[in-house]
């Protein structure tokens, strides 16, 4: 008797299991559905930045910027939330991908083969006069 128990028992639970496990699975969804469209308009927002850049130092602390709020984007959803996100929003992602690295890319050769006009006073700034 106590055997049949155990097995109506340990039956329940299993077929409960599954059940659980699908709840958990759409919910991953849902977050990785969030996660495509919040990395979609942060990098979006970061490539028209760079390509707003006035020099490198400024295209410098935006791409640091970026890497860092990407980095606080991912940190917020469970561990393997992208791999929930479907075949077009991958391919999305890695379009847009692209397109911040080619303007990064191009902005830092143009900083390299094209003279910046200052936006200070041109002047020696680590000269020290000592006064006797």
């Known amino acids: 008797m106590k055997s049949a ?3 109506i028992i340990l039956t329940i639970a299993m077929c409960h299991l599954p059940a ?3 709840n958990a699975e759409s919910n991953l969804i849902a977050e990785a ?3 495509y469209e919040k990395t979609l308009a942060l990098t979006n ?5 760079v390509l707003n850049s006035k020099d490198s130092a400024q295209l410098h602390r935006l791409t640091d910027k970026f890497e860092t709020e990407l980095t606080k984007l991912n940190f917020q959803y469970p561990p393997d939330t992208d791999y929930e996100m ?4 991958n ?4 379009q847009i991908s692209k397109r911040y690295v080619e303007a990064r890319d191009s902005m830092l050769y143009y ?3 094209h003279r910046v006009e200052p936006d200070s006073v041109a ?5 020290v006069i000592i006064d006797p």
Not at 86 to 89: K, T
Not at 91 to 94: E, H, I, W
Not at 123 to 127: I, K, N, Q, Y
């Open 45 to 49: 927002s970061y490539t028209d930045s």
């Open 5 to 7: 128990v155990k097995i």
């Open 91 to 94: 391919d999305t992602l890695l």
């Open 20 to 22: 659980c496990m699908r």
């Open 111 to 113: 900083f390299a083969h």
């Open 123 to 127: 002047a020696d700034s680590t000269m």
């Open 86 to 89: 479907n075949e077009g929003q």
């Open 33 to 35: 559905g969030e996660l």
